[in-house]
Nanobody, 124 residues
Framework: QVQLVESGGGLVQAGGSLRLSCAAS????????MAWFRQAPGKERDFVAV????????IYADSVKGRFTISRDNAKNTVYLQMNSLKPEDTAVYLC?????????????????WGQGTQVTVSS
């Protein structure tokens, strides 16, 4: 069993930055693909970014490309999402997810473990 705990969300003005963290339990973290998704009120959960176990494979959603950076520290069992140039439309609950199969998927069903999420609110 893997537990994921997100942190770092908050309220920020448009154009600002936030850094989200997702701490994972379990010794197999370094073998997992790790992803960030987000869900705005009344909307579907959308893919944001994914990073493979070694960090060499990274994929971003078009909507965040060039503004967000995903990274991981396997020694700390943590994955990060650096978010710059934030826009009001980035407002959502951000959730991290883990895939033991390291498939580097952009779809919800590619992930076995999910965190509870952290709220990000961007004011205009």
């Amino acid at each position: 069993q893997v537990q994921l705990v997100e942190s770092g969300g908050g309220l920020v003005q448009a154009g600002g930055s936030l850094r989200l963290s997702c701490a994972a339990s379990g010794r197999a973290f370094s073998n997992y693909a790790m992803a960030w998704f987000r869900q705005a009120p009344g909307k579907e959960r959308d893919f944001v970014a994914v990073i493979g176990w070694s960090g060499s494979t990274i994929i971003y959603a078009d909507s965040v490309k060039g503004r967000f950076t995903i990274s991981r520290d396997n020694a700390k069992n943590t994955v990060y999402l650096q978010m710059n140039s934030l826009k009001p439309e980035d407002t959502a609950v951000y959730l991290c997810a883990a895939d033991p199969g390291n498939r580097v998927s952009r779809t919800l069903n590619g992930y076995t473990y999910w965190g509870q999420g952290t709220q990000v609110t961007v004011s205009s």
